[in-house]
């Protein structure tokens, strides 16, 4: 996990969870576990996510960001693939986008070998 996310889940363990191998890190209002049928409702999403200007942004939105962010850090296909758990490559490739911030940083990779070439000794 990217270290923000160690730092954020620290202090939520830190602040929210029980002690113990059983503890529940993520529950309701009443402790209790959460649920797909109950999970909206109960972290109360959509007003969150419109309240920090995120509004129409799903709870599967958060995935399909980290694993374009992951793509777009140089992470492979396969090793996409093994993030997300998917056997074919089609599904991870759906995360792979073309982006203008990646073309500036390719082509400043680029001249950063190509400046280095230009240095060898015979």
Not at 24 to 51: P, Q, Y
Not at 77 to 89: D, K
Request: hydrophobic share 40%; aromatic share 4%.
């Amino acid at each position: 996990m990217p270290e923000a996310a160690v730092e954020a889940l620290s202090e939520h363990l830190a602040e929210h969870v029980e002690d113990g191998n059983d503890a529940l890190i993520f529950t309701g209002a009443k402790g209790a576990m959460l649920r797909s049928g109950n999970f909206g409702r109960a972290v109360k999403w959509t007003k969150t996510a419109a309240s920090v200007g995120l509004a129409g942004f799903h709870f599967h939105d958060l995935r399909h960001t980290g694993n374009t962010l992951a793509a777009a850090s140089g992470a492979s296909t396969r090793e996409l693939m093994h993030r997300m758990g998917h056997a074919t490559m089609r599904a991870a490739l759906i995360y792979q986008h073309a982006t203008s911030e990646r073309d500036r940083e390719i082509a400043q990779a680029m001249d950063r070998r190509i400046a280095g070439s230009g240095r060898r000794r015979p």
